[in-house]
Nanobody
Framework: QVQLAESGGGLVQAGGSLRLSCRGS????????MGWFRRAPGKEREFVAG???????YYADSVKGRFTISRDNAKNTVYLQMNSLKPEDTAVYYC?????????????????WGQGTQVTASS
C-alpha cells in the first residue's frame, strides 16, 4: 500500500519555526516531483512549495524566502522548513507525490496525498 505520512505540525507563536516531514512508503518517490499544499479554513487548497526529481525547487510568492523544501531520497522523505511563520500561514499542510518528475502547482497532477498536519501560528 502506497502511503505518504506527514509529521511535525503544531502550534507556534508568530515568528517561530516548524519543520514538516513527509515519509513515503510502499514505493520509491525518487523519480517523482513532490509538493506541499495547504488549506486554510474557508479557503481553497493552495500550492506552497515543490521539488522536482532533480531537486529544483519552486515556491509560492507568499512563502518565498521563509520556507525551504528539500528531499532525502535515501529516506524517501521530503521536508518543509518553515521560518518566520505568520498567522496567515495557519492551515492544514499536505504533502503530495506528482505523476511526473516535474513540479506543477495543480493538485490534480499529484497522485498520492498524505493525511495532512495542522500548523497554527498564533499572533
Amino acid at each position: 500500500q502506497v502511503q505518504l505520512a506527514e509529521s511535525g505540525g503544531g502550534l507556534v507563536q508568530a515568528g517561530g519555526s516548524l519543520r514538516l516531514s513527509c515519509r513515503g512508503s510502499g514505493r520509491t518517490f525518487s523519480g517523482s516531483a513532490m509538493g506541499w499544499f495547504r488549506r486554510a479554513p474557508g479557503k481553497e487548497r493552495e500550492f506552497v512549495a515543490g521539488i522536482s526529481w532533480r531537486s529544483i525547487t519552486y515556491y509560492a510568492d507568499s512563502v518565498k524566502g521563509r520556507f525551504t523544501i528539500s528531499r532525502d531520497n535515501a529516506k524517501n522523505t521530503v521536508y518543509l522548513q518553515m521560518n518566520s511563520l505568520k498567522p496567515e500561514d495557519t492551515a492544514v499542510y499536505y504533502c503530495a507525490a506528482a505523476r511526473s518528475g516535474v513540479v506543477t502547482t495543480t493538485p490534480n497532477t499529484y497522485s498520492y496525498w498524505g493525511q495532512g498536519t495542522q500548523v497554527t501560528a498564533s499572533s
